[in-house]
């Protein structure tokens, strides 16, 4: 079969689709977008978080078809997405702070810079990337594309979390490597460097 | 937050000013952009124009003849290019780290379940998954060797029938792999002196390394006949060397890449795509690209060793050990991996960091029909450490003295006599270390309560809302470790760097280049801090890991650092000398200091031991490039005396302690950890941020074997019943909590800057200081990992 969706902003199709195939497997097989990992493939792990219409899943228990028409971000288009969140100020236009995330409007509005989704070269970080780093989060970096795509739909909704709420909203990432403690530091990193540079009238 | 990394050069200097971003700083990770941005290729993300699937069919009983297989049906599936057996390999049928006695693919038997048995190369991963399933294959099922009683039965059949390996000859049966026992002073008398005397029986299950980047790599022919291998490893070498044999082909042709590595903690020690996906591609003559599924990771790789420990030590009223009697079984699996050495270490540490003259010991490796062992995080070290720690408690209390004055008592120091002879020649903190995490305050009671009610998720079992704080009881634990630092017993332990200097674009830059296994740790971060140091230069590259350098040794036994470190502090000296040679020769006649021994390369500059600086980097190289490439080794080592245990056999030694602090509810037995402190020495923190990093990981490992982590075999059949992070679970964010880390920089002398490796200790002490933690909460005595529910309520 043939599926249709969106990817970082940019329209993608994929052809001779197996009607078995993962959302997961798509990116990574057919749309040369291996940036979400697969660990699992059982939904237990979260390595593969990617957004689908704003809101965090599992992409190896999507099938590629229920893809169809919708909108992917992936941790390759993460930087872009929280650029345009923050241009619109706060987060985006009034889906912070909402039970699902961005808005499916939001989502669909949302548009990628031409060339930097694809290779993230010269392309700046997002504030949960640059706080992975330079918290020390990031070890062998397995899960974090997955983290990250989830740490930042967190703060989108909640953007100054309790510890408690960093921990149950990122439960579903496995981390073999960190302890955790520095994925936290990070959460934290992005979360107070964000209230630094929040707009005054922001959420 | 600084990032030292593009700190330029100043444009003048009359005093050499440190390079930044050099040894001792937290500098950030150069792979780190690329890691969050998912551009870091890992193993399983190689791709080739044209590239087949291999898939692997395992062996679904334990122990059987093969009597047929039959891949007719297979191979006329659209899409299959290949359906390989053992028929079909190329050249040695076998493979293995110390001894050569794994099958590539099954022949004659099958010795564990999940074993390769054939091949499959196809177009598409599912293609290649369907067709492998069409294998039919008749087996004739053995009777099982699954424990310490069936492999010594007198009857009991042979695992393996003609060993040839250099253990067979002093083994008491073929089933055992490896006997190492240790004999010092005269236990029986020591006993004498004691007042008490505790024993004790413990079982240690088994764990998996769970890296998060499964199995994964690609395999592509290459047109001179030979074959270019991309694939996540700890040790590049060591795989060439046991992969060229299978592939008929001298090592050269056979190029290997080291590929992103999604973690490894020992499990990527021993081979396991890396032979089947270039046995596909020379048949195919396509690229193969092979990953495995979480499934099959728990069968593709060895796991660590389960175990049971029989202790008995005594104690004198005053409180001081007489004596240690122990006898450890391990259970090697299948096939021998690493089992020699995780034997040798678990003799050899098995008294823990303690003062004992009098001591017998036996530990054995056994071969059965369960999963393989071989290298995990601790290595043989972790299940001694859970068991003389919970000796360590039952003697306190019998005692009636405080665990943690009882340790410090007979903790060893520098200058203590191991068991095996062998002086503790550096820093040994184990009382300090203790001290330290008894000192911290202690995390605050009834954590749970807010002005709202109970806050279920700082409660045993969270937010499935079982308690509101009834039945819920405190218990705080104790544990210290001691962990050996790179290969021991004499093996041949090294590391080679190649270092180049060169001018570009108007600035010095050095090339860092070693085949050393990058697999998370943050080895590329202080690859690059110590060139800087030594150097004096800003800019360092690394080159990507391959085999067209020298060996750099395994990632593993926490030796990198020491190891790969001192290779490139030493070979980065040999180019510093080289660039003075050049320096003397141009300007030489220009200063007298250039006569001067101790010139210092800081900051771009040739300078003097004062400070001044004679000339940079950039005139003295002109477009001159020095290039070193140099195998370094630490000080030799002795093979343990196969009767008595004696012997200088390892390196360094490696100290933490933890503090666990639990909270239990007692009713459903549901344990919540709210603290795991951790004090260690690291002798020096070549990048802080790292060194913490690692204390915390190796920490949680811990933790997750005492409450959760078990690879369950049934005894019945020898099959692995939990192959999946549904069934086999690993702490998550809610299962972990913050670990504080504290920890000693006491300079090895005998290391490069002082070092000590650090990533091993901190898995050995956190096990045993929870399960002491929630004895402390419960009363119960708990003498298995994991901890289950049912432990505690006793159903
Ligand atoms: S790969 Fe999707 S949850 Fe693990
Ligand atoms: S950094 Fe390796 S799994 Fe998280």
Same mark, same amino acid.
């Given at each position: ?10 329209? %993608? ?26 660990? $699992?493939? %059982? ?22 078809? %229920? ?43 949302? %548009? ?62 496995? $981390?073999? $490597? ?26 | 937050?600084?990032?030292?990394? &593009? ?18 700083? @937290? ?5 780190? &952009? ?40 297979? #191979? ?7 359906? #390989? ?38 177009? !598409? ?117 046991? +992969? ?48 495995? *599924? ?55 540490? @098995? ?173 590329? /971060?202080? !690859?690059?801090?110590?060139?800087? /140091? ?8 690394? !080159? ?25 502090? *030493? @070979? ?16 030489? @006649?220009? !200063? ?51 009767? /008595?245990?004696?012997? *200088? ?45 690692? +204390? ?29 992070? &549904? ?22 002398? *005998? ?11 901190? /898995? ?32």
């Amino acid at each position: 079969m043939r599926v249709n969706f969106t990817v970082n902003g940019r329209p %993608q199709e994929a052809d001779d689709v197996w009607e078995g195939e993962s959302l997961l497997y798509v990116l990574r097989e057919r749309m040369g977008l291996p940036g979400s990992k697969n660990a $699992c493939e %059982q939904g237990e792990c979260g390595s593969c978080t990617v957004r689908l219409d704003g809101v965090p899943v599992c992409a190896c228990l999507v099938a590629a078809g %229920q893809a169809e028409g919708r909108d992917v971000v992936t941790v390759e288009g993460l930087a872009d997405y929280a650029k345009q969140r923050a241009e619109h100020g706060g987060c985006g236009t009034g889906a912070c702070g909402t039970p699902g995330g961005t808005s499916l409007q939001d989502a669909q509005q949302w %548009q990628a810079k031409p060339l930097d989704s694809q290779t993230g070269e010269g392309g700046e970080l997002s504030p949960i990337q640059q706080a992975f780093i330079d918290a020390g989060a990031v070890q062998c970096g397995f899960c974090t594309p997955g983290l990250l795509v989830a740490a930042d739909e967190m703060l989108e909704r909640n953007p100054s979390p309790s510890d408690a709420d960093i921990r149950e909203a990122l439960s579903g990432n496995l $981390c073999r $490597c960190t302890g955790y403690e520095k994925i936290m530091d990070a959460v934290r990193l992005a979360a107070a460097r964000q209230s630094e540079t929040a707009p005054s009238q922001g959420a | 937050m600084a990032d030292t990394r &593009t700190t330029g050069i100043p444009a003048k200097v009359t005093q050499g000013a440190k390079s930044k971003g050099g040894i001792g700083e @937290s500098t950030l990770r150069p792979d780190g &952009t690329l890691k969050v941005t998912g551009e870091f290729a890992y193993s399983s993300d190689m791709w080739h124009e044209d590239m087949l699937w291999g898939q692997i069919l395992r062996s679904t009983v334990a122990h059987a003849e093969i009597v047929s297989i039959d891949t007719s049906e297979a #191979l006329a599936t659209a899409g299959v290019h290949a359906v #390989l057996t053992h028929e079909d390999l190329p050249a040695a049928k076998n493979y293995g780290m110390e001894y050569q006695d794994t099958p590539v693919l099954a022949y004659g038997k099958v010795r564990h379940h999940g074993e390769p048995v054939a091949l499959v190369a196809a177009d !598409h991963p599912e293609t290649a998954r369907r067709a492998a399933a069409k294998i039919r294959i008749e087996y004739r099922e053995l009777p099982l060797i699954t424990d310490e009683a069936s492999a010594l039965a007198p009857d009991a059949i042979l695992v393996h029938e003609d060993r040839g390996d250099h253990h067979a000859g002093h083994v008491t049966h073929p089933n055992i792999v490896h006997r190492q026992p240790i004999i010092r002073g005269n236990a029986a008398e020591a006993a004498k002196r004691a007042d008490v005397i505790v024993t004790g029986e413990y079982t240690f299950g088994m764990q998996d390394q769970a890296f998060l980047g499964p199995e994964s790599g690609l395999a592509v022919p290459a047109e001179d006949g030979g074959i270019d291998l991309y694939v996540a490893t700890q040790w590049l070498h060591s795989d060439l060397k046991q +992969i060229a044999p299978c592939l008929g082909l001298p090592e050269e042709k056979v190029r290997m890449t080291m590929a992103g590595v999604g973690g490894a903690f020992g499990g990527r020690e021993d081979i396991s795509m890396q032979i089947l996906a270039s046995v596909l591609a020379l048949r195919t003559g396509k690229p193969v690209k092979m990953v495995y *599924n979480r499934y099959e990771s728990f069968f593709g790789h060895v796991h660590r060793h389960p175990a049971k420990l029989h202790y008995e030590h005594g104690a004198t009223k005053d409180g001081k050990l007489t004596h240690m009697k122990c006898k450890i079984v391990l259970d090697g699996g299948a096939y021998m991996s690493s089992t020699p050495s995780v034997v040798g270490n678990a003799a050899s540490l @098995s008294v823990g960091p303690y003062v004992v003259d009098d001591v017998e010991i036996e530990a054995i490796g056994l071969y059965t029909n369960n999963p393989p062992c071989g290298a995990m995080r601790g290595f043989g070290a972790v299940q001694a450490c859970f068991a003389y720690e919970a000796q360590m408690d039952k003697l306190a209390a019998k005692l009636g003295m405080d665990p943690v004055e009882f340790r410090q008592k007979n903790a060893m120091e520098q200058g203590t006599i191991m068991p095996t002879g062998q002086p503790v020649d550096s820093p040994a903190p184990v009382a300090e270390l203790l001290r330290r995490v008894k000192a911290r305050p202690m995390p605050p009671e009834r954590q749970w309560e807010s002005s709202e009610g109970a806050d279920v998720r700082a409660l045993p079992g969270g937010l499935s809302n079982t308690t509101h704080g009834e039945g819920v009881v405190r218990g705080v634990g104790y544990a210290v470790g001691i962990k050996n630092v790179g290969f021991s017993e004499g093996f041949d332990d090294y590391s080679t760097a190649k270092i180049r200097l060169e001018v570009i674009n108007g600035e010095a830059v050095a090339t860092v280049h070693t085949a050393a296994a990058e697999v998370g740790q943050g080895g590329v /971060t202080i !690859h690059a801090q110590i060139a800087r /140091t030594e150097l004096g230069v800003q800019q360092v590259t690394i !080159h990507p890991a391959d085999t067209q350098v020298g060996s750099a040794g395994s990632t593993s036994a926490g030796r990198q650092t020491y190891m790969t470190g001192g290779a490139i502090k *030493n @070979s980065c000296s040999l180019v510093r000398e080289k660039v003075l040679e050049i320096g003397r020769r141009k300007f030489g @006649s220009y !200063h007298p200091a250039w006569a001067s021994a101790e010139l210092l390369l800081e900051g771009g500059k040739v300078v003097t031991d004062g400070g001044e600086a004679l000339a940079s980097l950039v005139d003295v190289l002109e477009d001159e490039a020095v290039e070193i490439e140099e195998e370094w080794r630490h000080r030799p080592t002795q093979p343990f005396d196969l009767v /008595t245990g004696q012997g *200088n056999g390892h390196v360094q030694y490696a100290f933490a302690a933890h503090r666990a602090v639990v909270e239990v509810d007692t009713e459903l037995g549901l344990v919540k950890v709210i603290e795991l402190a951790c004090a260690q020495d690291v002798g020096k923190a070549i990048n802080p941020l790292s060194v913490i990093g690692q +204390i915390q990981g190796g920490t949680t490992q811990g933790l997750g074997v005492a409450v959760m982590e078990e690879i369950i075999v049934d005894p019945k059949t020898a099959k692995v019943k939990n192959p999946s992070f &549904t069934d086999y679970l690993i702490p998550t964010l809610l299962d972990t909590p913050t670990i504080p880390v504290d920890y000693l920089e006491l300079a090895d002398p *005998n290391a490069p800057y002082g070092v000590r490796g650090i990533g091993e200790a901190p /898995t050995l002490s956190s096990t045993p200081a929870v399960l002491a933690a929630i004895r402390n909460a419960t009363g119960l005595e708990l003498n298995k990992t994991p901890v289950r529910p049912e432990h505690l309520t006793g159903t």
